[in-house]
């Protein structure tokens, strides 16, 4: 069951890369453990960072848990922060103005 969350770096100043897979922390990077993948990234000058947008099992209820973004193939990792998937204005209230 995996649901669409959004996903920020710990350190601002991280990546969060498109394609990477996702592992609990601590987890070996294996097929077994995956956990999800990121489906999009960009930086936001809104937020300061760079987000980015993933299906991850059980998301919904994992909002909040720093996770690890894996890319074994470029040795790459990074720890993410699980956050709601809206980033801005959750509540619309800029809509409304």
Avoid at 15 to 33: C, I, N, Q, R
Avoid at 63 to 84: F, H, K, Q, Y
């Amino acid at each position: 069951r995996r649901r669409l969350v959004g996903l920020r770096p710990v350190d601002p100043a991280g990546k969060v890369v498109s394609g990477s897979h996702l592992f609990a922390e601590g987890a070996p990077w294996k097929f077994d453990t995956d956990q999800g993948w990121i489906t999009s990234a960009c930086y936001s000058p809104h937020v300061g960072s760079m987000i980015g947008l993933g299906f991850l099992e059980n998301g919904d209820e994992r909002l909040g848990e720093v996770i690890v973004a894996a890319n074994p193939l470029e040795g790459e990792s990074a720890r993410l922060r699980v956050v709601p998937a809206h980033f801005v204005d959750p509540e619309g209230a800029r809509l409304r103005e």
